[in-house]
């Protein structure tokens, strides 16, 4: 067997709403072979890996996959659990896999589930199917594998790559409420909600966190300094640049002493309880070395802290908004004796403990014995080899930090309200939404003595970690990242804006035009994504094909945002998922054959499961549009997973006579038609007009059929975020194509005939543009036609012959992306399609757009209408614009404004 390839499915998809990759397995010589087939197997892969004795499968209960194997199963399905097996043994815990046939008879996808916050460029899932294809052959060759050597490294990496302790809390917290959550790259840095409601989170520090704020807590001296002008107690202390300097604090305070970097961190280089000369001097080099920069200017490298030690408990007081969020008593890290272990053995009885990880990334951080562990332990008489007495307590650091391997005790309940009104004064003093006080003093449920020296404020921390609090050695875990989301959304206050999430086969990219314009023209600034690029308040800001995740993306994270209207493509959905969560409005515009033998999409069913994503995919009670007169479209509302989130159906169709449509009307449901010449809102019996159809710019009079269609959709998804009938009415009649809708039945004159710029690339939509030539013009005129070279054979022949229904003459040519076409591949393939269709028909082919144009425009009789169907409009704008052409307004059929609309019958 060999890994192919994998790709990553970042957000909502087909197969699971949460992240997946999809690995391409070649079985290569084990194509058509099951696991009967080779005895013995079975059993020595679950030597090797006991868990996969669990594994549910098809069966629903535990050891339904030991019964698949014994009964016979393919070794891509096999793979596919192993590798699930390997991921949860690494931490990595994920449970959806499904596995299909893909391509040729040995290819296989394997799809698996992915964590929510897991980079996108991460590594880890190709190299746990790799070794997941290692162990199946090593099984296979009749050994009973061991992995554990090559899980540990890719445990390292899933380490190194997975969210810190406070962060997956936020992300968690966030999703609990509601909130959107992405993940910036492979940092702790997150983005929450959308649009204008869009804030940023790195670990605990807000995007509204003080950076004067930060720069004071980060300079212990400017804190300090801060804090006993706002009349809080602080440990005398004084900054020393050397060792004499040091001596002379020590001389001048007195002691016991603590010396500590003035800038440091993570109590690293702390020193406490000191009171000899060489105590000093050697805390000073240590902690002078850890010693960062520090103050607003980058000043004190190198320099410490000498201050008065304060006796008592340690402890981590969290301030959140103005309230003090959770409270931890801290111990420093220790060993107990038992009378026969070693210390070494004890430090590493104490770090199995599953909960005990390196820097940050479990609850607990692992005990070392470095230098400073190994100097105190000498004062205590001990060294890794020493035997500590039963009940004895070994003290491997004095400093009470997690990050040196301190435990903590949640006291919240205990806090005393006089001191937590010094904690938030001082949060206050300093300056910070978020912050850790770390204070000391004989016991935190009693008010703080009065006495110089019995207890004060050791620092105040930014961007606290918050583990002490989420998972205390001892006692309750406390939700202080819900509150620190909620101090960023608080009860009421909305994280995302409406969103309108547009798919479908032809019609899209019009559609999220005339819903844009809408928006705009109802005063809400609107973020759009199509195929021209991404728009934001009726600018373009970013030229692309944006119908993907990626544009999505952009709109959401922009601040400015009030509305979003996102053209979803199923090239996107197949290959990168959805770039966003639970739309509230989804329409599907229509269904048709188009893209067949892409991405393996073979039939209209395939087609219609990947469009039915945006359907599925939209907040509980949301709306969904759909299209009454287009069975496929129509058809999703009774999919399960549309009806189980329970939405407001909207259908249209353009007569209300339309079976679907009449019998939701019937019910008292909303629908969008054509009645009486006009565009209408019906809510069960009663109609309210909108605008009369032929008034609907770009419809060429009511002519185009499929431009009213679209209006009508895009109306119904305005009225479902409640845009005021005349908006949308202004909208339409004002949706003038060459301004608002470039590249969509476009009319120019170019030497006195109409050219008809359509994008225009699938049956359905050829045959559309056929109709409204005939019904224009009264003649089929002449085309000017490529096609996408990524349709199969047989979708390429079929637009041919709808193409020749219309048009007897046809000019073909072929565009500059061939999409792995022979070159004159297409242009055989086209005029194959036309011949069958209609003999007579006279095609003549072009090597370019502009011969192809000019052949037709030559073609022409005067004033005889030419289609030019494009793939890139930029192309066709250059050209019209060398050939002098110009906007036929008048050819859209658009009327002046001013009817009378928002007329209830």
């Not at 070649?26 to 059993?43: I, S, V």
Request: with cysteine; charged share 20%.
């Amino acid at each position: 067997m060999r890994l192919d390839h994998v790709r990553r499915l970042s957000g909502p998809n087909v197969y699971l709403s949460r992240p997946v990759a999809i690995a391409r397995l070649d079985l290569q010589g084990l194509a058509g072979h099951e696991t009967t087939d080779h005895p013995g197997f079975a059993a020595r892969l679950v030597d090797a890996l006991p868990g996969l004795a669990t594994h549910h499968c098809a069966a629903g209960r535990p050891g339904g996959l030991l019964d698949a194997m014994a009964r016979g199963t393919y070794f891509g399905h096999v793979t596919e659990h192993v590798t699930l097996e390997l991921s949860g043994a690494i931490g990595r815990e994920v449970f959806f896999g499904r596995t299909v046939r893909a391509g040729g008879p040995a290819d296989y996808d394997v799809v698996l589930e992915c964590p929510r916050d897991e980079p996108a460029g991460s590594t880890v899932v190709e190299q746990l199917v790799a070794l997941a294809l290692r162990t199946v052959q090593g099984a296979l060759a009749g050994r009973v594998p061991d992995p554990s050597a090559d899980l540990a490294r890719v445990a390292a990496v899933h380490e190194g790559e997975r969210l810190g302790v406070s962060t997956a809390a936020l992300a968690r917290a966030a999703r609990r409420r509601g909130v959107p959550v992405r993940r910036v790259g492979g940092l702790n840095l997150l983005r929450l909600g959308y649009g204008r409601y869009r804030r940023m989170i790195w670990a605990a520090m807000t995007d509204a966190t003080s950076a004067i704020g930060m720069e004071v807590a980060g300079d212990k001296r400017l804190a300090h300094r801060v804090l006993a002008d706002a009349g809080l107690p602080v440990p005398e202390g004084r900054v020393a640049a050397s060792p004499a300097e040091a001596l002379e604090a020590l001389r001048g305070i007195g002691g016991p002493v603590v010396v500590k970097p003035l800038a440091g961190h993570q109590g690293e280089g702390v020193h406490i309880g000191l009171t000899t000369a060489p105590e000093v001097v050697a805390a000073f080099a240590s902690a002078a070395g850890a010693a960062g920069g520090g103050g607003a200017a980058g000043e004190g490298g190198g320099e410490v802290i000498v201050e008065s030690y304060i006796p008592g408990k340690d402890y981590r007081v969290l301030v959140v908004g103005g309230r003090v969020s959770a409270a931890a008593e801290l111990t420093a890290a220790c060993v107990a004796g038992d009378g026969a272990a070693t210390v070494a053995a004890l430090v590493d009885r104490v770090n199995a403990d599953p909960a005990r990880g390196a820097g940050h990334d479990r609850p607990l951080t692992r005990l070392a014995l470095g230098p400073a562990e190994l100097a105190l332990l000498a004062r205590q008489g001990h060294g890794p080899g020493t035997v500590p007495a039963a009940g004895e307590r070994v003290w491997l650091r004095r400093n009470a930090n997690l990050s040196t391997g301190g435990t903590s005790r949640d006291v919240t309940g205990e806090v005393h309200a006089d001191v937590a009104d010094l904690c938030v004064r001082a949060a206050a003093a300093v300056g910070m939404d978020v912050c850790g006080i770390d204070l000391r003093l004989p016991d935190i449920g009693s008010p703080p003595p009065a006495e110089p020296g019995a207890a004060g404020i050791l620092e105040v921390n930014a961007a606290p970690g918050l583990r002490m609090h989420l998972a205390p050695h001892e006692g309750a875990a406390r939700d202080v990242a819900g509150d620190v989301i909620d101090l960023m959304y608080p009860a009421g206050t909305p994280s995302r804006v409406p969103v309108v999430s547009v798919t479908g086969t032809n019609g899209k990219t019009t559609t999220v035009r005339m819903i844009a314009r809408m928006l705009e023209l109802d005063g809400r600034r609107t973020g759009m994504t199509s195929t021209e690029g991404v728009h934001i308040g009726g600018r373009l800001v970013h030229r692309s094909d944006a119908s993907g995740p990626r544009s999505a993306e952009m709109v959401l994270g922009d601040r400015s945002v009030e509305a979003a209207v996102l053209e979803t493509a199923r090239g996107g959905i197949v290959r990168r998922g959805l770039g966003y969560e639970r739309a509230d409005v989804a329409v599907v515009t229509n269904i048709t054959r188009d893209h067949l033998g892409v991405d393996a999409t073979e039939d209209l069913d395939d087609l219609t499961g990947i469009k039915a994503l945006v359907a599925e995919e939209i907040r509980r009670g949301g709306h969904v549009v759909l299209n009454a007169a287009d069975p496929p479209a129509a058809g999703l509302a009774l999919r399960r997973a549309v009806r189980d989130r329970r939405p407001v159906l909207r259908y249209f169709a353009p007569s209300p006579g339309e079976p679907v449509l009449a019998a939701h009307l019937r019910e008292g449901g909303v629908g969008y038609c054509v009645a009486d010449g006009w565009l209408t809102e019906a809510r069960g019996d009663r109609r309210t007009r909108i605008l009369p159809a032929a008034d609907v710019a770009g419809s060429f009079g009511g002519h185009a059929g499929h431009v009213v269609a679209n209006a009508l959709a895009a109306a119904a998804a305005a009225r479902a975020l409640d845009v005021p009938v005349e908006t949308v009415a202004r909208a339409l009649r004002t949706f003038d194509p060459h301004t608002h809708n470039p590249g969509r039945g476009c009319v120019y004159l170019v030497s006195g005939n109409p050219v008809l710029v359509d994008y225009a690339h699938n049956p359905a939509a050829v045959a559309a543009m056929g109709a409204l030539v005939e019904r224009r013009w009264g003649t089929g005129g002449v085309a000017a036609v490529t096609l996408p070279g990524d349709r199969s054979d047989e979708l390429v022949g079929e637009t041919a012959r709808a193409l020749a229904r219309t048009f007897g003459r046809v000019v073909v040519y072929e565009d500059e992306d061939l999409r792995g076409r022979r070159s004159g591949e297409m242009t055989r393939l086209i005029a194959e399609g036309l011949r069958e269709a209609r003999p007579d028909v006279r095609h003549h082919p072009a090597g370019d757009l502009k011969g192809a144009l000019t052949s037709a425009l030559d073609m022409a009789g005067p004033g005889e209408p030419v289609l030019l169907l494009y793939e890139k409009l930029q192309p066709v704008a250059e050209l019209l614009d060398t050939l002098g052409a110009r906007p036929d307004e008048a050819a859209g059929g658009q009327s002046p404004e001013g009817q009378v609309t928002g007329s209830p019958t």
